[in-house]
């Protein structure tokens, strides 16, 4: 269960990365409301899962998520640049992301 909060956590950092840009430096009202209650659900599930789980493994998941969602949203929907290398990159992130989670976790 705990993972499971994790992986939700992640893609609510993608949400709040996304609603971040879409805000115009917290100049638009719906997206810096949606960022706010993105970012306290991210840091919420992230908080309770952390009490099941080794905080570095945990961590690496959420951000990885976070990474790589968003990068992967931008690219499809707000015209980011898609290139050879920036695909490599987030898969790089999500195989070190699998690879910690691989390597163990005492809980």
Partial sequence: MAWLLVIVAGFL?????????????FT???????FACFALGSFGLLTLSLRKLDVGPAYAVW???????????????????VSTLKIISISLVI???IGLQLSGSSH
Avoid at 28 to 34: E, G, S
Avoid at 63 to 81: E, N, Q, R, S
């Fill in 13 to 25: 950092e993608t949400g709040f990365a996304v609603c971040l840009k879409l805000s115009h430096g």
């Fill in 28 to 34: 638009r009202l719906w997206p810096t409301v949606a």
């Fill in 63 to 81: 951000t990885g998520i976070g990474a790589a969602g968003t990068a992967i949203y931008g690219m499809i929907f707000l015209g980011d640049l």
């Fill in 95 to 97: 195989l070190g992301v």
